[in-house]
């Protein structure tokens, strides 16, 4: 009896290969390899593969860093995260994060409930597979300014119940301080967004900017970039005082925002 022979799914080249380091490029192609197939075989269509974060920026470090892709498929089944779930497994050690997966319906209606997920998808990202499914989209002000609003309180609460849990014995705050700081760089950037000024590469030079157009004070801020940046310690004393002056400057940053107009003018 005949035996139609296995399928075989052609294999597709990265979009935008010569922006992406090399390693990185490698990987990616590995995971693309084996994700097409995988939703083809799930009955599914890939529309978009994209990578998004800082393995597109100069903040990426080889061995440090998540290499974050999200891909955009037609249909969002059970059977395709079955397909996907060994595939993404087999890739995660070398990725450091899973892929987001969403369906192209979840983008057109969610622009209102994540505008600043979708800015960073929109302007720190480059397409590897299909269309962008960023183009089109379009952020409304408002949206953006409560987002915003509702970052910047809940992180702070978050950092206030996070201190509870240090130990000032281990010199704990410092770190702790360190692996919250980018996710108020995310934040910094889109208020910088909602008050239509350029988003620069340069953190400080950011937060400098940030400061000019707020007439804020964001000292300990500018300060934790620059700990970073140079890899200082701090004294257990000096960490505290940062962490104090720190808190004091995400409130000023909630009642500006809280206060903001998002047709630009400030009340």
């Known amino acids: 009896m005949y035996a139609a022979p296995p399928e075989v799914h052609p294999m597709a080249g990265l979009l935008n290969s010569d922006k992406i380091k090399s390693s990185i ?30 393995a597109v920026t100069a903040d990426y470090v080889p061995g440090r860093s998540d290499i974050n892709v999200y891909l955009v498929a037609d249909c969002l089944t059970l059977p395709l995260l079955k397909a996907l779930h060994p595939v993404f497994k087999k890739h995660f050690k070398k990725l450091k994060a899973n892929p987001v997966v969403v369906d192209q319906e ?4 969610s622009t209102d409930v994540f505008p600043m997920e979708f ?8 397409v590897l597979y299909g269309e962008d499914p960023m183009q089109g989209i379009e952020i409304n002000a408002e949206n953006l300014r409560l987002e915003i609003e ?9 950092l206030i119940q996070s ?6 014995r281990k010199k704990q705050l410092q770190p702790f301080l360190m692996s919250v700081l980018p996710n108020f760089v995310v934040v910094a950037r889109n208020i ?11 953190k400080i030079s950011m937060v400098t900017a940030l400061e000019r157009k707020t007439k804020l004070e964001l000292k300990a801020f500018k300060r934790l970039l620059q700990l970073k940046q140079e890899n200082m310690k701090l004294g257990a004393d000096e960490a505290e005082i ?15 925002v809280d206060k903001f107009i998002a047709d630009g003018q400030d009340s």
């Open 119 to 126: 800015l960073e998808w929109k302007e720190q990202s480059l």
């Open 106 to 109: 979840y983008i057109a209606d």
């Open 150 to 158: 509702e970052n910047l309180r809940g992180k702070k609460l978050r």
């Open 192 to 202: 910088l967004r909602l008050l239509d000024l350029a988003v620069t590469s340069d």
């Open 25 to 54: 490029a490698t990987l990616l192609q590995a995971l693309l390899d084996d994700v097409l197939p995988a939703v083809q075989n799930a009955g599914c269509s890939l529309k978009s593969a994209v990578l998004y974060g800082s």
């Open 242 to 256: 940062i962490f104090k002056q720190f808190l004091a400057e995400i409130d000023t940053l909630i009642e500006f």
């Open 163 to 168: 201190y509870f849990e240090l130990d000032p």
